[in-house]
């Protein structure tokens, strides 16, 4: 099942598909490791859903919520 990064809740894991950003918020996430075929767990959630804290290639990232929504993973069966 895909689902963006920002309907992702705590604990849950997914492979990278696909990022539908365009210009500097892409070039951002691909220079942050965010490219497709990376892991990513979500570590932590804001109450209001902005920001969120992912790890990702060994290292801990924090993302705001209109970037998340642009990274596109598959998830993984429990």
């Given amino acids: ?21 365009e210009g500097k918020i892409k070039r951002r996430l691909f220079d942050m490791g965010i490219t497709p075929g990376a892991d990513i767990y979500m570590r932590k959630k804001a109450p209001l859903g902005d920001p969120i804290e992912v790890t990702l290639r060994g290292y801990e990232l924090t993302l705001r919520k209109n970037e998340a929504i642009c990274v596109t993973l598959e998830v993984e069966d429990k």
Wanted: proline fraction near 0%.
């Fill in 1 to 21: 099942m895909e689902k963006t990064l920002d309907q992702f809740s705590i604990g849950e894991k997914g492979t990278v598909k696909r990022v539908l950003a």
